[in-house]
C-alpha cells in the first residue's frame, strides 16, 4: 500500500522557520522525483519546490527561493521543506507529491504526479 504522508506544520510567527516532512512507503522512493505543492485559501494550487531522489537536483519557485530548503533522504524514504523567512503569504495547505522516473535537473516541477498526501496546514500570523 502507498503510503505518503506530510508532518510538522502548524502556527509560527511572521520571520519564523519550521520544517515540513513527508514519509513515503510503498514504492520505491529512489525512482521517484517529490515536490512540495501548496494551497492556500481560495487560490489554486502553486508548486513550491521539487527534488530529484535520483541525482538530488531541485528547483524552486521564485517566491520560496533563498527562503525555503527541500531536501531528501533516501535511507528513510523522506523528504523535508525547511522553510524559513516565513510570510503570511505563506500561509497554505502544504502538500507532498511523488511522480515516478522524473529528473528536476533545471527543467522545473512536473505537473502530475502519481501520489499525493493528505497535506499539512502552516498558518503564517502573529
Known amino acids: 500500500e502507498v503510503q505518503v504522508v506530510e508532518s510538522g506544520g502548524g502556527l509560527v510567527q511572521p520571520g519564523g522557520s519550521v520544517r515540513l516532512s513527508c514519509g513515503a512507503s510503498?514504492?520505491?522512493?529512489?525512482?521517484?522525483?517529490m515536490s512540495w505543492v501548496r494551497q492556500a485559501p481560495g487560490k489554486g494550487l502553486e508548486w513550491v519546490s521539487c527534488?530529484?531522489?535520483?541525482?538530488?537536483?531541485?528547483y524552486y519557485a521564485d517566491s520560496v527561493k533563498g527562503r525555503f530548503t527541500i531536501s531528501s533522504d533516501n535511507a528513510k524514504n523522506t523528504v523535508y521543506l525547511q522553510m524559513n523567512s516565513l510570510k503570511p503569504e505563506d500561509t497554505a495547505v502544504y502538500y507532498c507529491?511523488?511522480?515516478?522516473?522524473?529528473?528536476?535537473?533545471?527543467?522545473?516541477?512536473?505537473?502530475?504526479?502519481?501520489?499525493w498526501g493528505q497535506g499539512t496546514q502552516v498558518t503564517v500570523s502573529s
Open positions: 507529491a511523488a511522480i515516478f522516473g522524473f529528473v528536476v535537473a533545471g527543467k522545473g516541477c512536473p505537473v502530475e504526479y502519481d501520489y
Open positions: 510503498g514504492f520505491t522512493f529512489s525512482s521517484y522525483a
Open positions: 527534488i530529484s531522489s535520483s541525482d538530488g537536483s531541485t
